[in-house]
């Protein structure tokens, strides 16, 4: 268990901060999975007017982080990572099947299963990290078993070594900056008010990994349904910069 800082108790100085920089690493929007070619509906939201500036993008991403990715996507992605640390396969199938049932969309299945696929292949290429995340990316790749992305980001911060507090973090830092970035692009917003909408939503990130890690898995709940109608439209949206 990591303490408040970040550190682990009986780590050395230079395990700690190799430990931070593979957290960087993983929650980078350069890690190479393509997660900037989508914007997860978001899109579709600014073609219909639902969201036309700043206030209605810092609006519609607190409702976001209120309901589907705060209640569902962050406690299943927590508990995940903590299957896959103290290798229970079975419950990590189990969690992995749970959240591929509840993409609304050919778009946001598609979505999760390309960038899944993307960071197994990271995984299995990788050297000098823990050798059985590496093992199982290839062994999945090889019997080419659809991976949703949370199945691979929890392989992924066991290959970097990263608790599943650090983990959620970085999946939430990194959901956040794309939706950011996907609202400077298509609305579009300055760079200036990406920075405002990101310091405005920190504490409300925070917030939220603060109660995925203690939600009890009866109390998730995937019901947004603003955007699951947004994703569905996109599939046929006439004009697009993203993939979903």
Known sequence: MSRPDGT???????????????????????????????????EAAIDRGWVRDETGTRGWLEDLLAAGIGRFDA?????????????????AERLHERYLASRESAELRAETLQMGRSLLLLVAGLEGIDAAAREAARVRLRADEPCALP??????????????????????????????????????????????????????????????????????????????MASGWHETQYSRLFRS
């Open 8 to 42: 682990v108790p009986g780590l050395p100085a230079v395990a700690h901060a190799a430990r931070r920089i593979a957290l960087l690493r993983l929650g980078s929007a350069a890690l190479p999975i393509g997660g900037y070619s989508y914007s997860q509906g978001f």
């Open 75 to 91: 406690p299943l992605l927590y508990a995940l990572v903590q299957a896959i640390a103290r290798d229970d396969p079975a419950e």
């Open 151 to 228: 199945l691979a980001w929890a392989w992924a911060a066991r290959g970097f070594g990263i608790g599943a507090e650090e983990a959620l973090a970085a999946w939430l830092w990194a959901w956040l900056e794309n939706q950011v970035a996907a609202a400077m692009k298509a609305i579009p917003l300055g760079q200036q008010a990406g920075q405002r909408l990101v310091c405005a939503l920190s504490p409300a990130l925070a917030a939220t990994a603060a109660c995925a890690a203690t939600l009890a898995e009866d109390d998730w709940c995937a019901f947004a349904p603003g955007l699951a």
